[in-house]
């Protein structure tokens, strides 16, 4: 925006290039061990949940940049690990770092806090940061799949205005590993050949729940 315009004269004020702001995108991923393919454990079955965000703008984004993360009912945290300079708390203000014992159940807020906020890409490179990772135990019953949802507070123009904005928000469902949780795969070999050449199916399926799966 420009004020003071004068004809012939000279303006003063500023100029806002919205262009030149942080760019936030947050991510969240839930993960076993080993890994299944959903993620699916039983009820008692323990997992980790990550965040990550990330800066595609070309300046940091502003300081105490704010992600908020809230463990649904159905799920106990036992461990959390803040990523460098993040500082997380729940409502009451109780720093939250390293294990949990006994575990807290949800459903609960954590607020976790870069003082410095997160740094501006450089050219071709956009910065990341782990911000949190937990661990989790579902204790939501047979059949009950819990999704977990985090998002970005502050430090981030539009996340602040449009908090529903998708890269402002993450979540990650697991699924209930109680009953059969079947996933199938398809492959071909070779994956390229001439006309008339031989390319051999392999169909396979795998379950990634704790009961076998019904006979036909």
């Not at 965040?51 to 649904?72: F, L, M």
């Not at 977990?148 to 449009?162: K, M, Y």
Request: with cysteine; proline share 8%.
């Amino acid at each position: 925006s420009q004020s003071g315009m004068e004809p012939g004269g000279a303006a003063s004020g500023s100029i806002t290039n919205p262009l030149v702001t942080a760019n936030l995108t947050l991510a969240k991923v839930a993960a076993t061990s080993p890994p299944t393919s959903p993620v699916a454990v039983a009820q008692g079955g323990v997992f980790t949940y990550a965040i990550a965000v990330t800066n595609s703008g070309p300046v940091a984004s502003a300081s105490n940049t704010t992600v908020v993360d809230q463990v649904p009912a159905g799920v106990s945290i036992n461990q959390v690990t803040p990523g460098a300079g993040w500082l997380c708390r729940d409502a009451a203000n109780n720093n939250l770092s390293g294990g949990i014992d006994p575990a807290r159940p949800g459903p609960f807020d954590i607020t976790c806090t870069l003082a410095a906020g997160v740094p501006g890409a450089s050219p071709g490179n956009n910065t990341t940061l782990n911000v949190v990772t937990f661990g989790a135990i579902k204790t939501a019953g047979a059949a009950q799949s819990v999704t977990n949802s985090a998002s970005i507070r502050t430090g981030d123009a539009i996340c602040e205005s449009a908090p529903a904005t998708a890269r402002c928000v993450s979540s990650a469902t697991v699924q209930d590993a109680s009953s059969p949780l079947l996933a199938i795969g398809k492959a071909a070999s070779p994956d390229r050949v001439a006309s008339g050449g031989t390319i051999i199916y392999a169909i396979s399926v795998i379950n990634s729940g704790s009961a076998a799966s019904g006979a036909p």
